[in-house]
T-cell receptor, first 112, second 115 residues
Framework: QKEVEQNSGPLSVPEGAIASLNCTYS??????FFWYRQYSGKSPELIMS??SNGDKEDGRFTAQLNKASQYVSLLIRDSQPSDSATYLC????????????WGLGTSLAVNP | SAVISQKPSRDICQRGTSLTIQCQVD?????MFWYRQQPGQSLTLIAT?????????ESGFVIDKFPISRPNLTFSTLTVSNMSPEDSSIYLC????????????FGSGTQLSVL
């Protein structure tokens, strides 16, 4: 059973701090990694994708991938109350079905 | 990007009835999917909607319960048949759009409650 695991949280950080969200996956053949943000009552929206080991930065967001250790993380710098949401990790393998495997999500609360 | 119109946004249905959810996209779609998200659960893929042919269902989902149509590239319907309270969930249409690689765009979702 291919799995993606996240700490469900809630993760609570003060405004302006760095929020660190982690995700581990079981399928070593995984090739594509995604972070989606889902506000309460809304549908998910993609915020970051990463395909190679190392860091990828986009504004206040940094995705980090370590394929050897099978984890991917998302850092949010200068956290804002508007970042309060559930963050979903999704992983796609290189097999024929290329199916996305989703984590349960981590709830983040940024306190003013 | 893509604008996805999904309707209805919510419905309350009686046990044993059926509900059809529509998904219309304003862009050229490469792949179209239907997901379910139950309270406290992650996204579960129901099926891939294939244009002009039968949908590809994931384990645990069958065509008789969740018939799907996709008559053209930008439109699909999902029917939840013979509903029971266990079908209460959020149903999401999602698409991959030409030129946007593997990025998934989601519709606004259908909140279904079965009494």
């Amino acid at each position: 059973q291919k799995e993606v695991e996240q700490n469900s949280g809630p993760l609570s950080v003060p405004e302006g701090a760095i929020a660190s969200l982690n995700c581990t996956y079981s399928d070593r053949g995984s090739q594509s990694f995604f972070w989606y943000r889902q506000y309460s009552g809304k549908s998910p929206e993609l915020i970051m994708s990463i395909y190679s080991n190392g860091d990828k930065e986009d504004g206040r967001f940094t995705a980090q991938l370590n394929k050897a250790s099978q984890y991917v993380s998302l850092l949010i710098r200068d956290s804002q109350p508007s970042d309060s949401a559930t963050y979903l990790c999704a992983v796609r393998n290189a097999g024929n079905n290329r199916k996305l495997i989703w984590g349960l999500g981590t709830s983040l609360a940024v306190n003013p | 990007s893509a604008v996805i119109s999904q309707k209805p946004s919510r419905d309350i249905c009686q046990r044993g009835t059926s509900l059809t959810i529509q998904c219309q996209v304003d862009s050229q779609v490469t792949m179209m999917f239907w997901y379910r998200q139950q309270p406290g659960q992650s996204l579960t893929l129901i099926a891939t909607a294939n244009q002009g042919s039968e949908a590809t269902y994931e384990s645990g989902f069958v065509i008789d319960k969740f018939p799907i149509s996709r008559p053209n590239l930008t439109f699909s319907t999902l029917t939840v048949s013979n509903m029971s309270p266990e079908d209460s969930s959020i149903y999401l249409c999602s698409v991959e759009v030409a030129g946007w690689g593997e990025k998934l765009f989601f519709g606004s979702g259908t909140q279904l409650s079965v009494l």
